[in-house]
């Protein structure tokens, strides 16, 4: 167990919807990443947050924002959602630099 | 844009067989991660290497970082049913950049 929670574990939704993915961070990590991994592109860095700051952005799309709050939770927002959004979501967090702790992941299927 | 590459995609191998699976980049990294991915779930961090031509055991897991720090390779000695998963290298430059990844699979 990484000690990161993800939630939903599984979300099923229709394009053109809005879905939020929640992550709670291990206890004392003060920075939270979001992935997403799909078949055929890997595991593909979206954005950090760190204390509630936004510190690194990776390929995110528009239609894509998160946010932390100042409990450290984090929120990754999709939108206008389309059949290609369809992967795993990731959030993993960290002390710092230190190593990432994943979470499981939230599979979410666009129909 | 992938920066780093990984070797072979897939391996599918009978139990107690030896790997290497291989991690390449036109760049020099810092340091590099190995990390395992097991399905239903998050990669996992294995070791981080970070000096040039450091060598790191981890049981029946070899990892080398290569002289030049632009490439790294894991070695799998007497592979087990239970090393199965998806293996993935990463750098650290301002965030974790993931490689393509090597799924392994190894039959009892």
């Known amino acids: 167990d990484s000690g990161v929670t993800q939630t939903p574990k599984h979300l099923i939704t229709a394009t053109g919807q809005r879905v939020t993915l929640r992550c709670s961070p291990r206890?004392?990590?003060?920075?939270v990443y979001w992935y997403q991994q799909s078949l055929d592109q890997g595991l593909q860095f979206l954005i950090q947050?760190?204390?509630?700051?936004?510190?690194a952005k990776g390929n995110i799309l528009e239609r894509f924002s998160a946010q932390q709050f100042p409990d450290l939770h984090s929120e990754l927002n999709l939108s206008s959602l389309e059949l290609g959004d369809s992967a795993l979501y990731f959030c993993?967090?960290?002390?710092?630099?230190?190593?990432?702790?994943f979470g499981n992941g939230t599979r979410l299927t666009v129909t | 844009t992938q920066l780093l590459e990984q070797s072979p995609q897939f391996l599918s191998i009978q139990e107690g067989e030896n790997l290497t699976v291989y991690c390449n980049s036109s760049?020099?990294?810092?340091?590099l991660q190995w990390y395992r991915q097991e399905p239903g779930e998050g990669p996992v961090l294995l070791v981080t290497?970070?000096?040039?031509?450091e060598v790191k055991k981890l049981k029946r897991l070899t990892f080398q970082f290569g002289d030049a720090r632009k490439d790294s390779s894991l070695h799998i000695t007497a592979a087990q049913p239970g090393d199965t998963g998806l293996y993935l290298c990463?750098?650290?430059?301002?965030?974790?950049?993931f490689g393509t990844g090597t799924r392994l699979q190894v039959f009892p």
């Open positions: 993993a967090s960290s002390l710092s630099d230190s190593p990432l702790h």
């Open positions: 206890s004392g990590d003060l920075s």
């Open positions: 947050y760190y204390n509630g700051e936004e510190r």
């Open positions: 760049s020099v990294f810092s340091s």
């Open positions: 290497v970070v000096t040039g031509g």
């Open positions: 990463a750098r650290n430059t301002d965030k974790l950049i």
